[in-house]
């Protein structure tokens, strides 16, 4: 079983910044594509950004040049630096994983940390 904690959300003013993780860990033989979904109040859930395990990255139109998604693979650990956020940016933000187990892809989610950003 594999398990995502994310952390760092939270309450912050507009134009502020905030700093998401999320730690990954059980049993298994890589982490391929980790990613970051957010899910506003009566909204769909929708992909924020991207990362392989090789370092390339995509983002979503609303968070490119504001947001920045990286991972360390020693620590199994993706992050999103976000910054000049702005009240739309509300929502609770979801770690997303692939990973490699044995011979199965499976796909895991975190239990999701709220951002709010005040106006």
């Known amino acids: 079983q594999v398990q995502l904690v994310e952390s760092g959300g939270g309450l912050v003013q507009a134009g502020g910044s905030l700093r998401l993780s999320c730690a990954a860990s059980?049993?298994?033989?890589?982490?391929?594509?980790m990613a970051w979904y957010r899910q506003a109040p009566g909204k769909q859930r929708e992909l924020v950004a991207t990362?392989?395990?090789?370092?390339?990255?995509n983002y979503a139109d609303f968070v490119k040049g504001r947001f920045t998604i990286s991972r360390d693979n020693t620590k199994n650990t993706v992050y999103l630096q976000m910054n000049s956020l702005k009240p739309e940016d509300t929502a609770v933000y979801y770690c997303n994983a692939e990973v490699s187990i044995y011979l199965a892809i499976n796909n895991y989610w975190g239990q999701g940390t709220q951002v709010t950003v005040s106006s």
């Open positions: 059980g049993r298994f033989l890589r982490i391929n594509i």
């Open positions: 990362i392989t395990s090789g370092g390339s990255t």
